[in-house]
């Protein structure tokens, strides 16, 4: 006969608390599960819509202490690769559950086989079959049903031209993988001016004075970093001209600067 555990009373963890990853926290505490989760570029929207019973774990290491199931949910990113491997398992309880619905990479096959072989990790759920997980006691794979309904295909598209025409029209930058999200609501009668850049110190103090250095004020200024990576959007009253885009361009550091 099967036997299972029940989630009630148990804690889950959460790994990226973004739109899916939001969706399971709140829906997991109605369910009776303690929620504890974590996510380094958590934006002010995602985290207004958490439920105030989700707990905020500080590190990742917080939830590999506490959870009784960890469920994935962040993109497969230079940093994210083997995120669950033989140190990051070790942490965690024993008997641990693994959830993970977001990419295969992020988990380290054969540090994950041997943790189920010894019993450290009870079980593990992927939507990301590989011939590496295929017929392993404890594994259970599904077809990459995640994004595979007619619904999620259609609103995938469509959140896709969305985030695309803002960032033509305004220069805000939405679920990007590898830049950071920054918004900045349009002000009428404003221009824009959009700076990707490197991550790297005195890159916006340069962008600024030289800004200023050209008679502009800047009224409005958003910015955001993500590992290597940074992006700045500037408001002003008058358009900030070629000769001031040139010099800002001129920096190492610069990627692109474009006047929205």
């Known amino acids: 006969a099967y036997g299972g555990r029940e989630i009630a009373g148990k804690t889950l963890g959460v790994i990226g608390l973004g739109a899916i990853g939001g969706l399971v926290a709140n829906a997991a505490t109605h369910l009776g599960m303690q929620v504890v989760g974590c996510d380094p570029y958590l934006t002010v929207n995602a985290a207004w819509s958490l439920s105030r019973s989700v707990v905020k ?12 199931y960890i469920t994935l949910h962040v993109p497969a990113t230079p940093t994210t690769k083997n995120m669950i491997n033989r140190d990051t398992i070790a942490k965690m309880r024993d008997g641990v559950r693994i959830i993970n619905l977001a990419r295969a990479d992020l988990v380290d096959a054969e540090a ?28 259970v794979s599904i077809p990459h049903l995640g994004a595979c309904t007619e619904e999620s295909e259609d609103n995938c598209a469509v959140m896709a031209a969305n ?30 001016l959009a700076v990707m850049h490197k991550n790297i110190p005195n890159t916006l103090s340069h962008i600024t004075s030289l800004v200023s250095a050209s008679g502009i004020n800047i009224e409005n200024m958003a910015n955001g970093s993500k590992g290597d990576y940074a992006y700045t959007i500037l408001e002003t009253k008058e358009r900030i001209g070629d000769a001031t885009v040139s010099e800002i361009e001129k920096n190492d550091g610069f990627i692109r600067v474009r006047n929205v």
Do not use: C, M
């Open 57 to 68: 774990a500080s590190s990742y290491d917080e939830i590999y202490e506490k959870a009784d």
């Open 163 to 192: 985030e695309l025409d803002d960032f033509l029209r305004t220069g805000n930058i939405r679920n990007s993988v590898n830049y950071p999200n920054v918004q900045l609501p349009v002000t009428p009668g404003t221009y824009r």
């Open 112 to 139: 994950l086989k041997e943790a189920l072989a010894s019993g450290k990790v009870a079980a593990y759920v992927t939507d990301f079959p590989t011939e590496a997980t295929q017929g392993v006691k404890g594994i």
